[in-house]
């Protein structure tokens, strides 16, 4: 793509506001005005505030009192037991050890760090360091009254303290990992302000901290405005945090909580559309949004401030959105999107995918009433000390005008169709989730990494590894870098009058003069049939690469003829995939049929090391199945997919 064009279209699907603030802080960068402003070591002790000795850690303290007393912690947890062995689960993955030194030799000004450490991916060294794992030990002693508890963590907040100096290293590289790392500190130690451990010296040291972290957050602000997306929250919520912890000691501290409030609202209000899409167009994001104007919603009922009418509105949108998408039977939600692995509050997770905790407390926060019934879910909830009304009041149906969905009582299914109003995560138009009694039957592949090295630089986010098709194995839209599509494709969603059908179209392949249409049927008590029309709108005789792909669950297999069958527990999937010509239906030339598993081919000819993979959380793949058939024509073609499910175990 020439500069020209590349420029055009940035100005048109990015918008001039993203690009001039990412400019401002380029300037600021490259000039050396961002590094005056955030010193290597940090501000010395001579242009520290005066006193420093007070900090308000009390606005938290409540909540863990609450949910000791809705729930209690009635035995060690796994991850209580990981911290006392001097292990966590980084990304709530596998168990590993907890280091807080970033090891990368000589530590460097933040800004000279990339995107990895020696071939190590920065968010590896970043998620130790991010501190959440500290809300275990919080609860650990809010409940036991231990003070063993209390003085890990304090051991903790000094390793890194010793190990990180202030705007050196890899973890202060990220203003959004700074904001996060000194709110879990604030959070964590306001469980612990009786604890024998929170001594006044480690008191004037968190102090201390506060005010270096809110410094190195406030130079940055226009590189997270430019991102239009968590970032800016994140920073904005440790702005208020640390304004308010600090407010009686240091004048401009009331300066930056209300820049943080600001920056805050204003960006809920520019990121939630106001059907209650979220801008980076993710399901894990959307939570981690959720999350944090959750935190920001308590902070400020706490304070005697509230969110306005229009917020308030965004927010229940946002939230009948997520309920929508969360599987009634094992509280999980289509893998859409990026997902780096954040779960910023796990409290009441089943497992990294369990959205019914967020679920339920959004709904309480901003709709009034519960979604689900009580549960484990529900300790979430109870630490926002939010009310909780008896009975469950059912939720109006929500349809969100990015993903449709249809439904029956064991069995549903989800289309995606987006008209792009900020930046694409993946290339994946009209792809296609299934869930069967709880089962994710056809799914979406998540992320796994974004900066490992190739061909795992947030590959996963590539038309291929959809359930959608390709033609000619290119992408829907134009690869610009590892996080930005231009060229969008935009979906349009077909009107039909059959509840049990959804269809939509989309252009991304107009260059080649091929409009994709795709509906999904549910045949009540046997399946679905998804249908896709590839329609030439401009005559071209040349022949085409017509690729279906679905990735499945890594079941028994048996291939025969035209079908896949999969089997487990006496559960089985039969899957047919036909192609015939638009006009005359007269059978197309099948090219390829392929199943591959963890990227090993195991029949047909396709290779490809991506394939067959699947991440529920980030820095985590494990193998599934990723059929595919390709067909080669001219003109128009249909490809017709049917789903037929059994159980014999009823």
Known sequence: MNKIKKLTLLIKEIGLSDIFSYAVYQIQLRSGEIRR???????????????????????????????????????????????????????????????????????????????????????????????????????????????????????????????????????????????????????????????????????????????????????????????????????????????????????????????????????????????????????????????????????????????????????????????????????????????????????????????????????????????????????????????HPQGLTTIPAFTSPAVHKVEDSTMWGTLRGVKFHSRPAHADQLHVDLWWKGINIARDAGSYSYNDPPPWQNALDSTRVHNTITIDDLDQMERISRFLWLNRANAKWIPTSDSTQISASHDGYRKLGYRHERSISLVKGVGFTVIDHLVQFRPDPKEHFFTIHWLLPDWSWIQKNDCLRLVKNQKSIVIEITAGHHQNGSVVTLQDRSLIRGGKTLFGSRIDPILGWESNTYSEKHAVLSYSCTFQASGSITITTNWKLMDESI
């Open 37 to 387: 402003r955030t010193p290597a070591g940090g501000f010395k002790p001579e242009k520290l505030p005066p006193d420093l000795s007070n900090i308000d850690l009390s606005i938290f303290e409540s909540n863990w009192k609450a949910l000791n007393k809705t729930r209690g912690l009635l035995t060690p947890s796994q991850e209580l037991q990981n911290l006392l062995t001097g292990k966590f689960r980084p990304f709530i993955a596998e168990v590993t050890p907890l280091s807080l030194d970033p090891a990368s030799g000589e530590l460097k000004h933040w800004s000279e760090y990339s995107n990895d450490i020696d071939g190590v991916d920065i968010k590896k060294v970043w998620e130790p360091s991010r501190f959440n794992w500290s809300l275990v030990l919080a609860r650990s002693y809010s409940a036991t009254r231990d003070n063993d508890y209390a003085a890990l963590f304090w051991l903790r907040v000094e390793e890194f303290i010793r190990h990180n100096p202030v705007n050196l290293g890899p973890n202060w590289s990220s203003a959004q990992e700074v904001a996060l790392r000194m709110i879990f500190w604030l959070i964590t130690s306001s469980s612990m302000l009786d604890a024998p451990a929170t001594t006044s010296q480690r008191i004037r040291m968190l102090s201390e901290a506060v005010f270096q972290h809110a410094m190195r957050i406030l130079p940055t602000l226009s590189y997270a405005r430019s991102q239009n997306n968590n970032h800016i929250l994140s920073e904005a919520l440790g702005l208020v945090f640390a304004g308010d912890s600090l407010a009686s000691n240091i004048e401009i501290a009331d300066r930056w909580r209300k820049i943080g409030e600001t920056e805050f609202e204003r960006s809920l209000l520019k990121q939630i559309a106001t059907d209650g899409t979220y801008s980076q167009q993710s399901t894990n994001y959307h939570r981690m949004m959720l999350q944090l104007a959750l935190l920001y919603s308590a902070y400020q009922k706490k304070h005697g401030r509230s969110l306005s009418g229009q917020l308030q509105e965004r927010l229940a949108q946002a939230t009948r959105w997520l309920i929508s998408q969360v599987d009634p039977v094992s509280g999980q939600a289509p893998n859409l999107g990026h997902n780096d692995g954040s779960l910023i509050f796990p409290l009441g997770c089943t497992e990294f995918r369990d959205y019914r905790p967020t679920a339920q407390a959004a709904s309480l926060a901003f709709l009034g009433s519960p979604c689900l019934p009580p549960g484990q879910w529900d300790e979430l909830s109870d630490w926002l000390e939010l009310p």
